[in-house]
Nanobody, 125 residues
Framework: QVHLEESGGGLVQTGGSLRLSCAASGRTAIPYGMGWFRQAPGEDRKLVASISVSGERTRYFEPVEGRFTISRDNAKNTMFLQMDNLTPDVTAVYCC??????????????????WGQGTQVTVSS
């Protein structure tokens, strides 16, 4: 099991930026793909972006590409979500997740094994 802890959320004005971090600990020697999810009030949790074990492959599942960038630093067991030009519609709790994978080049879309608690992102108009 991989323990995940998010940080970097907060309150920002429209047009601002935030950088979310997801620090992994525990059984990090097992290769794992990762993803960022968000859940707005009254809505289902949705996958925003994912990244492969190697960090070379990324996928975006919401119309955020160009504003959001997912990345990871395997030396520090940390994943990031750079969020730019923010608008109120992206206000949500953002959480990270990990999936144990043998394929180092697969950016997962489902079947995540471990989850963080989440961090609130609020964009004011």
């Amino acid at each position: 099991q991989v323990h995940l802890e998010e940080s970097g959320g907060g309150l920002v004005q429209t047009g601002g930026s935030l950088r979310l971090s997801c620090a992994a600990s525990g059984r990090t020697a097992i290769p794992y793909g990762m993803g960022w999810f968000r859940q707005a009030p009254g809505e289902d949790r949705k996958l925003v972006a994912s990244i492969s074990v190697s960090g070379e492959r990324t996928r975006y599942f919401e119309p955020v590409e160009g504003r959001f960038t997912i990345s990871r630093d395997n030396a520090k067991n940390t994943m990031f979500l750079q969020m730019d030009n923010l608008t109120p519609d992206v206000t949500a709790v953002y959480c990270c997740a990990a999936q144990h994978l043998l394929d180092r080049e697969l950016a997962p879309s489902a079947g995540f094994d471990d989850w963080g608690q989440g961090t609130q992102v609020t964009v004011s108009s």
